[in-house]
């Protein structure tokens, strides 16, 4: 199986700061990788699809990079709003397999 | 516009079974895999399965082969997943989602307990 070794497993940011969780995975999965963001009694939501491609109506501050075997979330400026979990997923290989998720709080 | 629509919370004893639903609408059912995914402790997600509701094709993690089994109804464009030989291990919220992952039930919560 893929496995999808996320980090940090939680953040504590200041509100403006710029944030990042990294995902990287342990074979190449190409770009098949997605960001998910949820928060507390809500189900998952797409944000960033192909590693880099922002989901519809998803604030243009998230963005979804790649370099190598890691893939990175990054928030530009954080915002209150951004209180969440995060998870990454690899969809390139069965069985798909997600990152351990990233708990991110204000500072 | 879509929606997926799962069934409600379910309180069910150890060796039992449990079948959720997921009734899907605002687009064509039969056109797109529903995968299922269990979520744990609040936090880690792992996949289940998909199911492509045209031609009932199935793909399992390995891990919940013998577990869990997904079947749909095209008629009523809901998929359904059972889940056997409840154990308190499989107490966790179970979500259905329409692949690519860009629409996703709001989970069914499932307790094992006797």
């Known amino acids: 199986d893929i496995q999808m070794t996320q980090s940090p497993s939680s953040l504590s940011a200041s509100l403006g700061d710029r944030v990042t969780i990294t995902c990287r995975a342990s074979?190449?999965?190409?770009?098949?990788l997605t960001w998910f963001q949820q928060k507390p009694g809500k189900s998952p939501r797409r944000m960033i699809y192909?590693?880099?491609n922002l989901e519809d109506g998803v604030p243009s501050r998230f963005s979804g990079s790649r370099s190598g075997s890691d893939y990175s979330l990054t928030i530009s400026s954080l915002e209150s709003e951004d209180v969440a979990d995060y998870h990454c997923?690899?969809?390139?290989?069965?069985?798909?397999?997600f990152g351990s998720g990233t708990k991110l709080e204000i500072k | 516009q879509v929606k997926l629509l799962q069934s409600g919370a379910a309180l069910v004893k150890p060796g039992a079974s449990v079948k959720m639903s997921c009734k899907a609408s605002?687009?064509?059912?039969?056109?797109?895999?529903v995968s299922w995914v269990k979520q744990s402790h609040g936090k880690s997600l792992e996949w289940i399965g998909e199911?492509?509701?045209?031609?009932?094709?199935?793909n399992f993690n390995e891990k919940f082969k013998g577990k869990a089994t997904l079947t749909v109804d095209k008629s009523t464009s809901t998929a359904y997943m059972e889940l056997s030989r409840l154990t308190s291990e499989d107490s966790a919220i179970y979500y259905c989602?329409?692949?690519?992952?860009?629409?996703w039930g709001q989970g069914v919560m499932v307790t094992v307990s006797s």
């Open positions: 989602t329409r692949e690519p992952f860009d629409y």
């Open positions: 074979q190449d999965i190409g770009n098949y």
């Open positions: 997923l690899q969809s390139i290989q069965y069985p798909l397999t």
């Open positions: 199911i492509y509701p045209n031609s009932g094709a199935t």
């Open positions: 605002g687009y064509t059912f039969t056109d797109y895999w």
């Open positions: 192909g590693a880099t």
